[in-house]
């Protein structure tokens, strides 16, 4: 099996991604979800008749939650975890390791710091998730781009009655005959997914695409909000005018004064861009320093841009990212 080399590209910089109703993307590709397809292992002789033991099944690891603290790095957490820093970037891939804050939330894959030690107690009191939240995620939207690639975007809905964070997709490129080519695991467009709405997820795959490609995306991770911890909070910006100009939209906004002592890090503000029938056809998220002084706010003036049909109208989001001190 052959993987294509991919670039993740940053999160806070989204292009549109998208393919609606009606409109087919440059090559024929079918987006309906497929299951990985697993070789048939080769059985190797015994060298008795002796049939081996049963194996005890043994635990799936699961990602969870760390916030990261004052002096904390991705090499730090590797040590304490027992683990690889290309483990943990694996299921952060929007994380710039040599740029990280206190307050930001980072995926754990597993606990290795007890392994080979014969006790339960390194392991034993981290508070990790059998399984992500039972989120809905969309078929896959796909469009070719100019140079040969392939973006692709899914939405995440949360059907649940408690807020959502650390949500991840999984994107699979395969070929027509269903062996996988590439994947990528991204995080949606912000962190916090309130109940009831829904947030995008994007991946870029890169030229030299199959005839006859398929694309699936699947729930890699979503976790529970702790309540207790610090990590983001919804900022509600005041929307003066989004001007949509077919390919393009000017969204005309104010960011409120965040409080000095409120430990807010940084805020995103995600733009979400719909077509005439309600699809999304481009994304955008921007990260701002937080104003702590005045009364008027920061003004703020940022274009989101659509790959295919006019843009009709344009949703602002924005959350705050906390720190724990």
């Not at 005959?177 to 997820?201: H, R, S």
Request: proline letters at 8%; hydrophobic letters at 45%; a negative charge.
């Amino acid at each position: 099996m052959k993987l294509l080399k991919i670039e993740w590209i940053p999160a806070l910089l989204l292009s549109a991604c998208s393919v609606f109703a009606g409109q087919q993307p440059a090559a024929q590709s079918l987006l309906t979800p497929y299951v990985t397809l697993t070789p048939a292992g080769v059985v190797m002789p015994t060298e008795t008749a002796t049939p081996a033991a049963t194996l005890e099944p043994t635990l799936t690891p699961t990602p969870f939650a760390h916030v990261l603290g004052t002096g904390e790095t991705i090499s730090s957490l590797a040590l304490g975890y027992g683990l690889e820093i290309s483990e943990i970037l694996a299921v952060n891939p929007q994380l710039t390791p040599n740029a990280l804050s206190v307050g930001t939330e980072i995926l754990i894959p597993y606990d290795n710091s007890a392994a080979g030690e014969g006790s339960e107690g390194a392991g034993s009191s981290v508070n990790a998730i059998s399984e992500p939240l039972a989120l809905n995620v969309g078929e896959p939207a796909c469009v070719e781009t100019a140079e040969g690639g392939l973006r692709c975007l899914a939405q995440v809905g949360n059907p649940l009655a408690q807020s959502a964070s650390g949500i991840t997709v999984r994107f699979t490129l395969r070929d027509s005959a269903g062996e996988t080519l590439a994947e990528q695991t991204v995080p949606t467009l912000l962190n916090l997914l309130a109940p009831g709405e829904t947030l995008p997820a994007s991946a870029y795959f890169g030229t030299n695409l199959p005839v006859g490609y398929q694309v699936s995306a699947v729930l890699n991770t979503a976790l529970p909000l702790d309540q207790n911890a610090p990590g983001y909070t919804p900022v509600l910006l005041k929307v003066n005018a989004i001007d949509p100009s077919g390919q393009a939209a000017r969204v005309s906004a104010v960011i409120p004064v965040q409080a000095a002592d409120g430990g807010v890090n940084s805020i995103w503000v995600g733009l979400i861009a719909f077509d005439a029938d309600g699809h999304v056809v481009g994304v955008r998220r921007l990260e701002y320093a937080p104003l702590t002084e005045g009364e008027d706010g920061q003004a703020i003036k940022v274009y989101v841009y659509s790959n295919s049909r006019a843009i009709q109208q344009v949703e602002v989001r924005a959350e705050a990212i906390l720190s724990n001190e």
